[in-house]
């Protein structure tokens, strides 16, 4: 059995390599699937791959599911920009000896807008909205009492006025975790995929003007049909606890990402937790284009005989907006 997660690891290593040697810079599309959906990890700069557990670990990295004893469920809100918004909700079963189920579905939206034209500049009365929606189904499973192994099958939608497309995609990871300082070792693909293509009414009636056009190797056509990647992601990550004591337990995480569009980064950073109950976080990012640092706070009740959860955390952009997150959670034993 030891040698089975050795293996596993190498495979993901593998698969890495094909995926970023055809990545290009800035080129990808459903690039909603990299904005952090939940707190916790956000204000650690998505430095989770190691450490996410529950029903948060289905966005982050889906082996951390099997850290539920029960039932685990997240409801999450961000305000992105431009008035755009992203919700995120989770849950994770324990099935015992089968494993840990879980289904999670991310809503990134916006509010309808009115279509304006050269000669109607203040609106032709129509209106339209674009969005993007992902659902996953999530399997995590402890190969050894060290070891876990999980995986989800997305399916994702990303739709503008009369214009839609959609793409099969997975993610997969493991943790292993270890005696010394409770160190532990997490590895996750994400977004791994084909290509994505728009399609609609209004694209079809524009290729069909374009076919009747009769021009010989019209390049036209193939720009209005162009296919583009998911934003692949292969992220490596580390967690320890280097001080604990009665009170409570810091821990330290780092994470390199690896992504398809563009140049490696890394993440550094720190969550204090206090006696079970109050938790600090905080996080730097390395080689970002805009994020700078992070933070942010938790607390840990118990209600009617279940742990619930409220996280926050504050992102600051060096030119955009600052971005807030809020969640609650529900742990039932």
Not at 26 to 47: M, W, Y
Request: overall charge negative; hydrophobic content about 40%.
């Amino acid at each position: 059995m030891k040698y089975l997660y050795i293996i596993i690891i190498l495979c993901l290593i593998c698969i890495h390599e094909p995926i970023y040697s055809q990545g290009n810079l800035a080129q990808s599309g459903a690039n909603f699937l990299q904005i952090g959906a939940e707190p916790r990890g956000t204000a650690l700069g998505g430095a989770v791959t190691a450490l996410s557990a529950g029903a948060a670990s289905l966005y982050w990295n889906p082996a951390g599911a099997i850290h539920t004893h029960n039932f685990d469920i997240l409801l999450s809100h961000t305000d992105w920009y431009m008035d755009t918004k992203l919700m995120f909700g989770a849950i994770v079963k324990n099935f015992n000896s089968f494993g840990n189920v879980g289904l999670s579905v991310a809503s990134f939206y916006m509010d309808a807008m009115e279509i304006t034209t050269v000669y109607e500049s203040e609106g032709t009365g129509e209106f339209y909205d674009a969005g993007d929606l992902v659902v996953g189904l999530s399997y995590a499973r402890s190969l050894t009492d060290r070891f876990t192994f999980g995986a989800t099958l997305k399916w994702i939608h990303e739709y503008i006025w009369n214009e839609k497309a959609n793409q099969v995609a997975f993610d997969v990871g493991s943790q292993y975790q270890t005696d010394f300082y409770n160190l532990r070792l997490g590895i996750v693909i994400r977004n791994f995929a084909g290509k994505m293509k728009f399609s609609g009414d209004h694209i079809d009636k524009h290729i069909q003007d374009e076919i009747e056009a009769n021009i010989s190797n019209n390049p036209r056509v193939e720009r209005l049909t162009p296919e583009f990647r998911l934003p692949q992601i292969f992220r490596i990550g580390i967690a320890f606890d280097p001080l604990t004591h009665e009170s409570g337990t810091l821990t330290l995480v780092a994470d390199a990402d690896v992504p398809a569009d563009n140049s490696e980064r890394l993440i550094f950073g720190a969550e204090y937790n206090f006696l079970n109950r109050f938790f600090l976080r905080s996080a730097y990012q390395i080689n970002y284009d805009d994020d700078d640092f992070s933070l942010g706070a938790g607390i840990d009740l118990n209600v009617i005989n279940m742990n619930a959860r409220f996280d926050y955390s504050y992102s600051a952009y060096q030119i955009l907006d600052d971005v807030h997150r809020f969640a609650i959670g529900f742990e039932i034993p």
